[in-house]
T-cell receptor, first 110, second 114 residues
């Protein structure tokens, strides 16, 4: 199976700080780059996604940056809040199924 | 329905028993996915359907696992002769189109095999 690698595995940020999570993918045919957010006890939910025809997409405090040549994309959370504490997953298409990365656990301290 | 519904929410069974996990996707969603998620890990792909057709079952661990979606709506994941290693959270997701963009996940079924 295609692999998706995330870093860091865990992240602790002070309230108001910037959280940055990175994802490296292998599938060069992939044309959709999402980040999912999962709170404890809940299923993952799509947070933000980008297509390779743009290098950056911003939705409120959340920004995806895409680097096609490096086969990487990242999630930036500006003005991080305690309510952003969750696990974040990037993903990759493999055939027509969807493979998730191992996750990054974000803790935002009040 | 308003969201993806899974039942039961919790299932405790004895080793060797068969279990059936049910998923009711969002009405009209074409694709349905089954994942397994261990604590602290990302969801692990098991299988998926477009309408009633099983498109990929490469993630099913072995032949004790099977899934069906006979009418292109509700799906059942069946695990025969359960083993302790099958204990995990089983999650179902659906997407509106067969392009696997924007998956909507259910709350999952927590399976415990004693």
């Amino acid at each position: 199976q295609q692999q998706v690698k995330q870093s860091p595995q865990s992240l602790i940020v002070q309230k108001g700080g910037i959280s940055i999570i990175n994802c490296a993918y292998e599938n060069t045919a992939f044309d959709y780059f999402p980040w999912y957010q999962q709170f404890p006890g809940k299923g993952p939910a799509l947070l933000i996604a980008i297509r390779p025809d743009v290098s950056e997409k911003k939705e409120g405090r959340f920004t995806i940056s895409f680097n096609k040549s490096a086969k990487q994309f990242s999630l930036h959370i500006m003005d991080s809040q305690p309510g952003d504490s969750a696990t974040y997953f990037c993903g990759d298409n493999y055939g027509q199924n969807f493979v998730f990365g191992p996750g990054t656990r974000l803790s935002v301290l009040p | 329905g308003a969201g993806v519904s899974q039942s039961p929410r919790y299932k405790v069974t004895k080793r060797g028993q068969d279990v059936a996990l049910r998923c009711d996707p969002i009405s009209g969603h074409v694709s349905l996915y089954w994942y397994r998620q261990a604590l602290g890990q990302g969801p692990e792909f098991l299988t998926y359907f477009n309408y009633e057709a099983q498109q990929d079952k490469s993630g099913l661990p072995n032949d004790r696992f099977s899934a069906e979606r006979p009418e292109g709506s509700i799906s059942t994941l069946t695990i025969q002769r359960t083993e302790q290693r099958d204990s995990a959270m089983y999650r179902c997701a659906s997407s509106r189109q067969a392009t696997n963009e924007k998956l909507f996940f259910g709350s999952g079924t927590q399976l415990s095999v004693l």
